[in-house]
Structure formats: structure tokens, C-alpha cells
């Protein structure tokens, strides 16, 4: 019999690896960022906002973490004589690998997206929106896993 408990806590703790996947795209998405900058400062708030589409990956992560918190620490501290099951430990899982699965889809469009989004802005300001709603269908690869991560959390 696996312990559920640590099942829920591996589980919260590996919804952390969604950083990872915040982490890439930032890092390619900076380095552009950087040089459109010094070229046009006028860009910065654009290209903060293109930016901060990677750094939702890792909120995304959080939420579900704290969901999961929440579910598992009445059964930690034994309140209200709180149970948590096996079953649960596995749902917990579950949501984790699809926060992750998602997570690394949405990287990897935003790691090659962002950089050229960030070059050609600089190069016409007026394609700021377009760039967004492209950033925007990678982005929506991560709301897809959460959505389905909450649909799993609700079950536990």
C-alpha cells in the first residue's frame, strides 16, 4: 500500500517543475528583450506584457499547488478528522502530470515564439497585437492543462 500523503506531497512538490517551463522561454525571451530595448526603450512595456505570458506558466503551477495544499493539509493536521486516500494521492498525480505536459507544450512555443515576437515589434510597433494573440494560442496549451488539473483536483 503507498502512503497518500506522500503521494500529495511529491504530487505538490513535482507541480513545482512548471518553473522549469516559465524558466526557458524567459531566458531566450530576455535575452531578446535586452537587445530590442536598447534599440527602442519606448518597447519596454510591450515587450513586458509579451514576457509575462512565460511567467503565468509558473502562477499556473502555483494555483494548483496551493489547491492541492489545501486538500491535503486538513489530513496533515487532523482536522476535522480529514482523510486522505490513496485514491486521492493518484488524482493528485495525475493533475500534476498534466500541469506539466501542458506546461512544456506552452514552452516551447513561447521559446521560439517571444524572440520573434520581440524582433519584429521592434522592427513595426503596430504588429504588437497580432504578436500577443499569436503568444496568446501557446499560451493557451498551460489554461488547458489547468483547466483539466481542477477538474481532477474537484474529484479529490
Do not use: C, W
Request: proline residues 1%.
Amino acid at each position: 500500500m503507498v502512503n497518500s500523503i506522500l503521494l500529495g506531497i511529491i504530487a505538490i512538490a513535482g507541480t513545482m517543475l512548471t518553473i522549469i517551463g516559465a524558466g526557458i522561454p524567459l531566458a531566450k525571451g530576455i535575452q531578446a528583450a535586452a537587445a530590442a530595448v536598447a534599440e527602442k526603450q519606448r518597447l519596454n512595456i510591450f515587450i513586458l506584457i509579451y514576457l509575462a505570458l512565460a511567467e503565468a506558466l509558473a502562477i499556473y503551477g502555483l494555483l494548483v499547488a496551493f489547491i492541492m495544499y489545501t486538500k491535503l493539509s486538513d489530513a496533515i493536521t487532523g482536522v476535522a478528522e480529514a482523510e486522505f486516500t490513496e485514491t486521492q494521492g493518484f488524482i493528485f498525480l495525475g493533475a500534476m502530470a498534466i500541469m506539466i505536459i501542458s506546461n512544456i507544450g506552452a514552452a516551447i512555443t513561447l521559446t521560439k515564439g517571444e524572440p520573434a515576437a520581440i524582433g519584429s515589434l521592434t522592427a513595426n510597433s503596430e504588429v504588437f497585437t497580432s504578436n500577443l494573440i499569436y503568444l496568446g494560442l501557446g499560451e493557451a496549451l498551460a489554461i488547458y492543462g489547468l483547466l483539466i488539473a481542477f477538474i481532477l483536483l474537484n474529484l479529490a
